[in-house]
């Protein structure tokens, strides 16, 4: 089974935001594979929708052996653990409402390879207009 390298988009504006980013941190490197590189804690404005809680964010990368479908199971199992509900986007036709959140892992990129499934899209097809993903992914980029 081969290694793949992954870019994992981490934000938090709920609670105590920077310990939500170190506990996704850990359960990356028990579920998913070691953390090679991580960015600093960015903080940000919320994008999509009006909080007043404020957004901190970091992007990792990560060898695993786990495919993109796998992938996205165990992100979406450690998002649930750490508290994240179904309300995080809901939809409203076509748009998704986003709302607060202790915790989201985005799966920006996966190795080279381009995915596009409903429910999973590789590269991150909002990433080149979030400053909060792409601020932190060029900090630890390694092509």
């Given at each position: 089974?081969?290694?793949?390298?992954?870019?994992?988009?981490?934000?938090?504006?709920?609670?105590?935001?920077?310990?939500?980013?170190?506990?996704?941190?850990?359960?990356?490197?028990?579920?998913?594979?070691?953390?090679?590189?991580?960015?600093?804690?960015?903080?940000?404005?919320?994008?999509?929708?009006?909080?007043?809680?404020?957004?901190?964010?970091?992007?990792?990368?990560?060898?695993?052996?786990?495919?993109?479908?796998?992938?996205?199971?165990?992100?979406?199992?450690?998002?649930?653990?750490?508290g994240k509900?179904?309300?995080?986007?809901?939809?409203?036709?076509?748009?998704?409402?986003?709302?607060?959140?202790?915790?989201?892992?985005?799966?920006?990129?996966?190795?080279?390879?381009?995915?596009?499934?409903?429910?999973?899209?590789?590269?991150?097809?909002?990433?080149?207009?979030?400053?909060?993903?792409?601020?932190?992914l060029q900090?630890?980029?390694?092509?």
């Amino acid at each position: 089974m081969s290694m793949h390298t992954v870019y994992l988009g981490l934000g938090s504006n709920m609670g105590d935001r920077r310990a939500h980013l170190d506990m996704a941190c850990e359960k990356i490197k028990r579920l998913v594979g070691d953390i090679v590189r991580q960015s600093a804690y960015y903080d940000s404005q919320p994008w999509g929708f009006s909080s007043d809680n404020a957004f901190v964010n970091a992007v990792v990368c990560v060898h695993t052996r786990l495919s993109p479908r796998r992938l996205l199971s165990t992100t979406q199992r450690i998002e649930r653990e750490l508290g994240k509900g179904r309300e995080h986007a809901t939809q409203h036709g076509d748009t998704p409402v986003y709302h607060d959140r202790p915790i989201d892992i985005d799966i920006l990129l996966y190795d080279n390879i381009t995915v596009d499934e409903p429910d999973l899209k590789i590269p991150h097809p909002l990433m080149k207009q979030r400053p909060f993903v792409m601020e932190p992914l060029q900090e630890i980029f390694q092509p």
